[in-house]
């Protein structure tokens, strides 16, 4: 029987009482993705998922990305497998190591967007009993729910650019980074895109900021000072504190969250020696968009 049990204020629900690496009953999908709707960040603790069954798992809700990295972090025959590790064997690091990347959303430069994150914890780093590199969300829902109504008028119909090289620029900033430019080759693979500021969310039906401070650059159709004053009014209410919640990782925790209503930040409070390693895959926002989908949380 499987059990909802909400763990923040707004963001974040465990969910027991279903082994994911068994096919989904018809009943489980549908709790789990009104589950989205709901609560963002769903915990499923003591998983044990092979690369087959986290592909199967997390297929059920959409397409998998296959990132550019695929070949170099991703599990050897799993390209949309993705790595996410601090580890070195044998001088060669065994995944990507991705913390410290401030806030963002994944994906948000892409067309279509990205759904989930389903992320599984191999090896999670402990200091004095406590976890290390923890995982902290912010609700984009609840944000917009508290904008002005003069702001929400304002931002109705609007669109704004996302662009994935405003990120790779402030990483290339960072002290030490092993990161270079990117190539033209490499922007042209990565155009920037357009979306509403504010998006309805398919499933709840909620409307939520989608104005990623790690990705945006601008407000299209407005004057550069225009949108300047009003990113920076945006971005500071969307950091604000009241709308976080903090995931302290086990090892064994499956962890998916809806990347349509949330921010993420990775926390990059562990040394090189303390490892973590977890695998990733990607849903795109495809399949939640769909009737099928729809029906299926209105079942
Ligand atoms: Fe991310």
């Known amino acids: ?33 009104r589950a989205f709707g709901r609560y963002a960040v769903l915990c499923f603790p003591k998983q044990s998922l092979d690369p087959v069954q986290h592909k199967a798992f997390a297929r059920e809700f959409g397409s998998l990305e296959v990132n550019v990295a695929a070949g170099h972090y991703t599990v050897p025959g799993h ?22 990347q401030d806030w963002h959303t994944d994906m948000s430069y892409s067309e279509p967007v990205a759904f989930l994150n389903v992320l599984q914890a191999i090896k999670v780093p402990f200091r004095d ?32 650019t996302h662009d994935f090289n405003k990120f790779w620029e402030e990483m290339l900033k960072r002290p030490g980074t092993q990161r270079k430019p990117l190539t033209p080759e490499q922007r042209a693979a990565k155009p920037p895109v357009s979306h ?59 962890l998916c969250w809806d990347n349509l209503w949330t921010m993420h930040n990775a926390v990059a409070d562990y040394r090189p020696d303390e490892h973590r390693h977890m695998r990733r895959c990607q849903v795109m926002a495809d399949w939640v968009f769909s009737p099928e989908a729809k029906a299926l949380a209105a079942a």
């Open 196 to 254: 509403p500021i504010v998006l309805t969310h398919p499933i709840s039906g909620r409307k939520a900021l989608y104005c990623t401070v790690g990705y945006v650059t601008h407000i299209d159709g407005v004057s550069k000072a225009e949108s300047d004053e009003l990113l920076a009014v945006l971005f500071a209410h969307q950091l604000q504190e009241k709308y976080k919640y903090k995931h302290l990782w086990s090892e064994g925790d499956v």
């Open 79 to 100: 390209p949309e497998v993705m790595v996410l590790s601090n580890i070195v064997e044998n001088g060669k690091p065994i995944g990507l190591a991705d913390a410290g």
């Open 129 to 160: 009993g406590v976890p290390l590199g923890c995982t902290e969300f912010l609700d984009m829902a609840a944000a917009y729910d508290d904008l002005p109504a003069a702001i929400k008028m304002r931002i109705e119909g609007m669109t704004a």
């Open 1 to 33: 029987m499987l059990t909802i049990t909400p763990i923040g204020r707004t963001l974040g629900a465990r969910i027991e009482g279903v082994d994911l690496s068994r096919p989904l009953s018809r009943a489980d999908k549908a709790a789990i993705l």
